[in-house]
């Protein structure tokens, strides 16, 4: 069955490029600015759906504080009213034409390396600016054919210290203090940062304090017990095992003191890598995990 064609004002719709939370994804041409762009449309129907308009509100407010080209921008926000109330919420973003780190596959050693080198760059940039990501995970990583990323959606941002009332995050990725509903901090990003590292590395996921459920729905009550990357694939390099699990603490101020301390580290253990294939002038310098 062909789909309704979606008419909005002010766009040229090319084609839907994906869904989201209650809310669709476009390909569209702003007729105004004749640039293409990246449009979300949500609609509101029913009661739930108050939440992803709060979300998407958010995302626009914090995106247009930041400017860095690992942070996806958002340029516009149409709001239509019906009888006071908004109805319908239309947010165009820059369009990026990436995978998401989930589904990019296995990557070497080095391009992850170089992947969260990127990413912690940008989280820096946030904290600098006084605000908190609160979400990053595998989904909301892009990487294109270019080796440039970008990171996405800022629905659950927050100014730095902000306690939220209601527990917001992934529950592979979440931190403690996310889950506690404690104080928000740059540190925050870091066990988001680390959860996400420790899976792109391993495939697994850090045992978090989201209650888990087994194959049949029921709850478990014992968390799966966290084991170091190098324990698991004993050619993940022992110092980036240790900053993994040094990311993934459970008390913000057990973990590195800030993005600046991980690019470092990260940047010697790029240097390393790439000397050494350099060095030998053979792939198994950068070995694919």
Not at 78 to 90: G, S, Y
Not at 126 to 151: E, R, S, T, W
Not at 152 to 174: L, M
Not at 259 to 275: G, T, V
């Amino acid at each position: 069955m062909a789909q309704t064609p979606i008419d909005i004002d002010g766009f040229s719709i090319i084609k839907r490029i994906g869904t989201g939370a209650r809310s669709v994804i476009y390909m569209a041409q702003d007729e105004e600015s004749r640039q293409t762009v990246a449009l979300k449309r949500a609609v509101f129907e029913s009661p739930e759906d108050q939440r992803i308009f709060e979300q998407m509100e958010v995302e626009y407010q914090v995106a247009n504080q930041l400017d860095h080209p690992y942070l996806r921008k958002c340029y516009k926000m149409i709001r239509k009213r019906k009888f006071m109330r908004t109805q319908e919420l239309v947010m165009t973003m820059e369009l990026f034409d990436g995978q998401s780190l989930e589904d990019l596959g296995r990557l070497s050693l080095g391009d992850v390396l170089l992947v969260f080198r990127m990413v912690a760059s940008a989280l820096n940039a946030m904290h600098q600016k006084g605000y908190v990501h609160c979400d990053i995970k595998p989904n909301n990583i892009l990487f294109n054919k270019a080796g440039a990323i970008k990171i996405i959606d800022f629905g659950q941002s927050c100014r730095i210290g902000h306690v939220k009332k209601r527990i917001q995050g992934t529950p592979e990725y979440i931190a403690p203090e996310q889950v506690r509903r404690e104080h928000l901090s740059h540190r925050t990003d870091i066990f988001n940062l680390g959860a996400t590292l420790y899976w792109a590395l391993t495939g697994r996921h850090v045992p978090t304090l989201i209650q888990r459920t087994n194959e049949f729905g029921l709850s478990v009550a014992e968390p799966p017990e966290f084991k170091a990357p190098h324990e698991i694939y004993k050619k993940i390099p022992l110092e980036l095992s240790e900053l993994v699990s040094h990311c993934v603490q459970d008390k913000p101020a057990d973990r590195p003191s800030n993005m600046s301390e991980i690019i470092a580290q990260l940047d010697m253990m790029i240097r390393e890598i790439f000397q050494s294939r350099l060095t030998t002038n053979a792939p198994a310098g950068n070995p694919t995990l």
